[in-house]
Each structure stands twice: as C-alpha cells, then as structure tokens.
C-alpha cells in the first residue's frame, strides 16, 4: 500500500531533548504503524523534508521547541501558518530548518505538495551536547508515539494551539 501519511521526526540527536523528533521516528518503528503511514526520520535536513513529502496526502511533523512553557508542553501549528516563504537573504543551507522546508516545498512540489500538514511541537528543558530526553520531553513523547502508532489521522489530544507566530519561537 502506498503511504498517504507520512510522520517526520526532525531534530539533533546529538543535543538533548531536541532529539525528540528522531527518537520519536524510532519508538514508532518499535510501536508499529497502521497501513499507509510511513516514518521518515529527516534529522537536521530540512532538505530533505521537503523533498520527502512529495506526493503524500497528510504530513505530520515533530520537533522540539523553546517558547518557555513547562517542558513536555505540545504545540499544534498547522503548516499553513509557517509555509510562506521567508525573505530569500535569511536563508541557507547550513540554517535551512523545517519551517523552511514547509515554505520551499509548497513553492517547488505545486500540486504534489501535501493536501494537510500538522506540525507538532514539544517544549524542551534541555539542549545541551550529549544529554539525554528530559523527563517530561520523554513523557510527553511516549504520549504522542502512542497516540500516531494507533490513530495518526486523529488530532492529538492534550496540545496547545500556536494561533500566530508571535506566540514564541517556532524552531530550536
């Protein structure tokens, strides 16, 4: 069956909870998926985001963020609040994040761009080199596996709803 929802886990594996969208990638291949859901771990490329989503009807993508809230906090965004390209002298390579993948994605795929893209976003308490999840980043990460390995198609319960961009950084 071809995939119609793909999960991307983006993130540094490297510096502590902003690990958790790859970590997350991999506890959903221990968890298990339901037929066409497809997992891409894009680590720190967001590149690769956007050309991973190609074709695909539903994208569900998980990072972590700083805004200040409690640690463990999810935020909603959906993707068309942050696919509108920024100004075309912010961007480069070496600092091309996924909000910047949702912007040149929906610029370059034009109809193979994903009808539905949902951005979730897990406050962290620590990104320092070599450190593991934090507790509540771990937690809240089960939660969310939990809830994508079983019913993906379905909101996740429990998130904060980021209603402009305003509301705190979007990206670690």
């Known amino acids: 069956m071809l995939e119609q929802l793909l999960i991307i886990g983006c993130g540094n594996l490297l ?4 690990a958790v969208g790859p970590v997350l990638v991999r506890r959903l291949l221990e968890l298990g998926l339901p037929p066409g ?3 891409a771990d894009a680590g720190t490329s967001g590149m ?3 050309f991973r989503m190609r074709g695909i009807d539903t ?8 805004t200040g809230a409690n640690p463990g906090t999810i935020y909603a965004v959906p993707g068309s609040m942050v696919e509108q390209l920024p100004p075309l002298s912010g961007i480069n ?3 091309f994040r996924w909000d910047h993948a949702l912007a040149f994605g929906r610029w370059l795929l034009k109809d193979a761009y994903p009808r539905s893209v949902q951005v979730y976003l ?8 070599g450190a593991p999840l934090s507790p ?3 937690a809240r990460m089960e939660d969310l596996a939990q809830h994508l390995s079983r019913d993906p198609w ?7 709803t980021i209603t402009d961009q305003g509301d705190g950084e979007l990206a670690a």
């Open 136 to 138: 509540a980043v771990a």
């Open 37 to 39: 859901v497809g997992i």
């Open 48 to 50: 690769d985001v956007a």
């Open 154 to 160: 379905q909101p996740y319960p429990g998130y904060r």
């Open 15 to 18: 510096r502590g909870d902003d």
């Open 59 to 66: 994208v569900i993508l998980v990072d972590a963020v700083r």
């Open 93 to 95: 390579l070496h600092a």
């Open 122 to 129: 897990i406050e962290g308490a620590d990104f320092t080199i």
